[in-house]
C-alpha cells in the first residue's frame, strides 16, 4: 500500500537452517558461528563425517561391520532345522507312591480290621444261652418272700406247688399235673429219692391238703414254709450222697478192671 513502507523480507537459505541446528553454542562465541553455512559438533564438522568419498565414513562403517561380526549369533541362526535340539537334563528318579509301598500291609490291615467287625457284631447280635438256674436255687427264692406272709389255704397250697416242682427237677420225674396221692405213689417207687425222704414229703404234702380243705379251726402254726425248706436240704443231702456213690463206683471200674478168660 502507498504511503506505508514495505518491510525488508529475509530469506534463510537451508544450509543456514541446518548450521544453526547443528551448531553448538559456546559460551563467548562469535554470533557469526550460529550463522555459518560450517556445521560443527564439539568443533567436529558432521558433513566431513557424511560426505562418502571421506576416509573417516569409510573407517566408521569398516568398525561397525567388524564390530557386528565379532558380536556372537543366537544359537537359532547357527543350527538347521534338520538339527535335534539340545536335549533338557534328565530329571531326578521318581519316587513310588504310598500304593506301591505299602499296599500289602494296607490290604492285610483291612481284612484284620474287617474280621473285627464281623466278630463285635456276632458277639452282639448272638443269641445268649440261657442262665441256668439249679432247682433248690429256685425254690429257696420262691420260698422265702412267703416267710412272713399269714399261713392260709392260698400260702399252703402255694408251698406244696413249689415243693413238687423242686423234686421233680432235682430227680428227674416225669413233669405233669398229679394229685397228691398219684404224687406220693410216684416218688414212693423212686429209688433215687428212697424210702425215708419219700415218707416225709409224702407226710408233709397230706398235712398241706388237709389244712387247706378243713374247716378253720383254731391249731398250732403249722409252719409250711420253714419245713418245706428243711425238706429241700434234705433232699439235697440224698443228692450228694447219690453223686459220691457213683463216683466212687466209676473210681473202683477204673482201678480193677474186668478179667479176661486168659488171665483166669
Known amino acids: 500500500m502507498k504511503g506505508r513502507n514495505p518491510k525488508p523480507e529475509i530469506r534463510t537459505s537451508k544450509s543456514d537452517i541446518e548450521g544453526a541446528c547443528w551448531a553448538w553454542?559456546?559460551?563467548?562465541?562469535?554470533?557469526?558461528?550460529?550463522t555459518s553455512r560450517t556445521k560443527s559438533l564439539f568443533g567436529?564438522?558432521?558433513s566431513a563425517f557424511l560426505r562418502a568419498s571421506d576416509f573417516r565414513f569409510r573407517g566408521?562403517?569398516?568398525?561397525?561391520?567388524?564390530?557386528?561380526?565379532?558380536?556372537?549369533?543366537?544359537?537359532a541362526s547357527l543350527t538347521?532345522?534338520?538339527d535335534i535340539p539340545p536335549l533338557r537334563p534328565p530329571h531326578a528318579e521318581i519316587p513310588p507312591t504310598f500304593w506301591e509301598q505299602y499296599s500289602l500291609w494296607v490290604i492285610l490291615f483291612g481284612?484284620?480290621?474287617?474280621?473285627?467287625?464281623?466278630?463285635?457284631?456276632?458277639?452282639?447280635?448272638?443269641?445268649?444261652?440261657?442262665?441256668?438256674v439249679p432247682p433248690e436255687v429256685q425254690a429257696r427264692q420262691a420260698l422265702e418272700p412267703l416267710r412272713q406272709q399269714p399261713e392260709d389255704g392260698a400260702l399252703l397250697s402255694r408251698v406244696s406247688r413249689i415243693l413238687r416242682r423242686y423234686v421233680i427237677a432235682a430227680f428227674g420225674l416225669p413233669p405233669g399235673e398229679l394229685t397228691t396221692t398219684e404224687f406220693c405213689r410216684a416218688i414212693a417207687g423212686h429209688d433215687q429219692i428212697g424210702p425215708d425222704l419219700s415218707v416225709v414229703l409224702s407226710e408233709f404234702l397230706r398235712q398241706c391238703d388237709q389244712r387247706k380243705f378243713s374247716p378253720p379251726t383254731p391249731a398250732p402254726p403249722f409252719s409250711a414254709v420253714a419245713q418245706a425248706l428243711k425238706l429241700i436240704d434234705q433232699a439235697q443231702?440224698?443228692?450228694l450222697a447219690l453223686a459220691q456213690s457213683a463216683v466212687q463206683l466209676t473210681q473202683s471200674s477204673v482201678a480193677s478192671p474186668p478179667k479176661t478168660g486168659i488171665e483166669k
Request: some cysteine; glycine content about 4%; charged content about 10%.
Open 111 to 132: 481284612v484284620l480290621l474287617l474280621g473285627l467287625v464281623c466278630a463285635a457284631a456276632w458277639l452282639m447280635t448272638r443269641s445268649k444261652p440261657p442262665v441256668v
Open 60 to 75: 566408521l562403517s569398516l568398525v561397525l561391520a567388524l564390530l557386528s561380526s565379532a558380536l556372537p549369533l543366537p544359537a
Open 25 to 34: 553454542p559456546f559460551p563467548g562465541a562469535p554470533a557469526s558461528a550460529h
Open 237 to 239: 443231702s440224698r443228692r
Open 80 to 82: 538347521s532345522p534338520d
Open 44 to 46: 567436529f564438522r558432521i
